[in-house]
Every structure is written in structure tokens, then in C-alpha cells.
Antibody, heavy 120, light 108 residues
Framework: QVHLVESGGGVVQPGRSLRLSCAAS????????MHWVRQAPGKGLEWVAL????????YYEDSMKGRLTISRDNSKNMLYLQLNSLRPDDTAVYYC?????????????WGQGTLVTVSS | EIVLTQSPATLSLSPGERATLSCRAS??????LAWYQQKPGQAPRLLIY???IRAIGIPARFSGSGSGTDFTLTISSLEPEDFAVYYC??????????FGGGTKVEIK
């Protein structure tokens, strides 16, 4: 059974950094691409980043490129998202999700999310 | 960037009624479209991928159709647990992967 647990969210001041984590279990983590998606309070879903199964390919949403780093540690079944220079409009629930079938596939299984609040 | 437009924004229906949700793409995306259901306080759940294939464990009352730019999610007979927000997602031309703005199916 696929299980994804995000952590690392919280309240952070504008301009600061935060690293989100996603612990994966119940499947062969190293064989799956992984996505990050966010959802601002009361808003829709926004794709944030994708990393290939081996970590060699990384893609980001343009407006956030330069402030984000996605990474993974396949030896620990962990996915990460480093968020820098945080702004109030980065306030959102951040979800990790598996890529279906191929490393760039649809978002298949999702974690429950971790809330990031950017506020002074 | 491919823009997905979902309509209507809100659909007010009664249990047992048929729901028809639309997702239109700004350019052709072949069949690279997925549908998700999200209930309050929960993560989204994959319902349909490749426009018409039900994901594992999804009831047969959910069906997807379409290709190119116009797609439909149909719920043949609404159950109480189906009242939720539904999103479409395209993976034809990325990055970015893009979601539609969502359709809320509410109880009339």
C-alpha cells in the first residue's frame, strides 16, 4: 500500500527558507518519478516540480524557478523540496505525489500534505 | 503553457442525478488528461487517466471521454460521497503540468 507522508511545513517569515520532506513507503520508490503540487487556501491545485526516478531530471513551475530545489534520496525513500526567499503568496498546502507508469506520468498517489504559512 | 478551462464552476445536483463536467484545453493534448476528486481537508484522488481509463478502485459510475481539446467526466448517478471538487490535469505539453480551475459538485 502506497504511503506518502509530508513534513516540514510551518509558519515562516517572508524571505526565509524551508525544506519540506516526503517519506515514501509501500512501493519501490527508486522506480518512480515524484511530483510536488501546492494548493493555496481555498484555491485550486498548482503543479510545482517534478523529479525523475533517478534524480537526474528536474523540472519546475516557471514562476517559482530559482527559488525551488527538488531532490531525493533513494537510499532513504525520501523526497525533498527546498523553498527559498519565501513570499506570502507561497502560503499553501504542499503535496507530494507519485508519477504514474513513467517518471513524467500523471500524479497517481498523494500524501496528505503539509501546510506552509508565510507571514511576519 | 496549456490552459485547461473547466465548466461549470459549480454544479448543483441531487443524489441519483447524472453529473456532466467539462474540461477544455487551449490546444490539443491528445488523450493526456486525468481527472481528480478532492473532498474538503483531503488530498486529491486520481479517478481517470488517459482521458477514459478508470484508476484502480474507482467505481464504474465514473467515466471519462474526449480527446484533443474537449473532455468530459460523467458521474452516471451521484452518490452522497461524490459531492466534491473535481479537477482535470494535462500532461501532454510540460513543464508545466497544468490543472483546470475545478468544478464543485454540490448538493441541490
Amino acid at each position: 500500500q502506497v504511503h506518502l507522508v509530508e513534513s516540514g511545513g510551518g509558519v515562516v517569515q517572508p524571505g526565509r527558507s524551508l525544506r519540506l520532506s516526503c517519506a515514501a513507503s509501500g512501493f519501490t520508490f527508486s522506480s518512480h518519478g515524484m511530483h510536488w503540487v501546492r494548493q493555496a487556501p481555498g484555491k485550486g491545485l498548482e503543479w510545482v516540480a517534478l523529479i525523475s526516478d533517478d534524480g537526474s531530471h528536474k523540472y519546475y513551475e516557471d514562476s517559482m524557478k530559482g527559488r525551488l530545489t527538488i531532490s531525493r534520496d533513494n537510499s532513504k525513500n525520501m523526497l525533498y523540496l527546498q523553498l527559498n526567499s519565501l513570499r506570502p503568496d507561497d502560503t499553501a498546502v504542499y503535496y507530494c505525489a507519485t508519477a504514474r507508469l513513467v517518471w513524467f506520468g500523471d500524479l497517481e498517489y498523494w500524501g496528505q500534505g503539509t501546510l506552509v504559512t508565510v507571514s511576519s | 503553457e496549456i490552459v485547461l478551462t473547466q465548466s461549470p464552476a459549480t454544479l448543483s445536483l441531487s443524489p441519483g442525478e447524472r453529473a456532466t463536467l467539462s474540461c477544455r484545453a487551449s490546444q490539443s493534448i491528445s488523450s493526456y488528461l486525468a481527472w481528480y476528486q478532492q473532498k474538503p481537508g483531503q488530498a486529491p484522488r486520481l479517478l481517470i487517466y488517459d482521458a477514459s481509463i478508470r484508476a484502480i478502485g474507482i467505481p464504474a459510475r465514473f467515466s471519462g471521454s474526449g480527446s484533443g481539446t474537449d473532455f468530459t467526466l460523467t458521474i452516471s448517478s451521484l452518490e452522497p460521497e461524490d459531492f466534491a471538487v473535481y479537477y482535470c490535469l494535462q500532461r501532454s505539453n510540460w513543464p508545466p503540468f497544468t490543472f483546470g480551475g475545478g468544478t464543485k459538485v454540490e448538493i441541490k
